[in-house]
């Protein structure tokens, strides 16, 4: 007679021990965002974006890389101070630095997240896996790049939910409106 024994598992017991690592194309994802917002004031809600990436996953690393000189010190202060991360600014892309840290950090996470739908992350992607590093992608759909999403172990979109848009100061639109104002006057001299 053979016994009948049922396996009961209970997904809620289990305990996530991995480590993930999550790298961020600012400029990439910026752009997105404000293509898909139609509002160049639209800016990424990391606060409600990483935990959703997480999903209680425990974060090693968070690295914002920006090109240009000018990078926001809010930006800087928050991403340090919620998440101890940081923005490295970049000469011009991204996507070496970018890649580089990837690379660096393959033995030491078990997850990377790339936040970009760029297709120059493809070889990246294929080598981290080579690697046995889990792959994951979030960006806007509509500019992500269909190669990258099926390379990557898992797809996250970036959706209106995750980012917010800032309102122009008042002093900020009275200037913009005064600078209106004052060249319709040169045009009329």
């Known amino acids: 007679m053979k016994e ?6 209970h997904p809620e017991n289990i305990e996530i021990s991995q ?7 600012g400029n990439n994802i910026e752009r997105s965002i404000h293509s898909e917002a139609d509002n160049t004031n639209t800016m990424l809600n990391l606060d409600a974006l990483v935990p959703k990436l997480l999903v209680n996953r425990g974060l090693s690393r968070l690295v914002y890389f920006r090109e240009g000189k000018h990078i926001s010190e809010k930006l800087q202060e928050r991403l340090h101070n919620f998440y101890h991360g940081s923005v490295r600014p970049c000469h011009k892309s991204a996507d070496i630095p970018l890649s580089i840290n990837a690379i660096q950090l393959a033995n030491k996470v078990d997850t990377i997240i790339i936040m970009s739908g760029d297709s120059d992350y493809i070889e990246l992607v294929r080598h981290l896996k080579s690697e046995g590093v889990r792959v994951e992608i979030a960006a806007v759909l509509k500019t992500t790049s269909q190669l990258l999403k099926d390379e990557a172990d898992y797809y996250h979109e970036i959706t209106k939910e995750d980012w917010f848009t800032l309102t122009p100061k008042k002093t900020q639109a009275k200037k913009t409106q005064a600078k209106k104002t004052q060249g319709r006057k040169q045009k009329s001299k």
């Open 4 to 9: 009948n024994t049922e396996i009961i598992t």
């Open 19 to 25: 480590t993930v690592a999550i790298l961020i194309d």
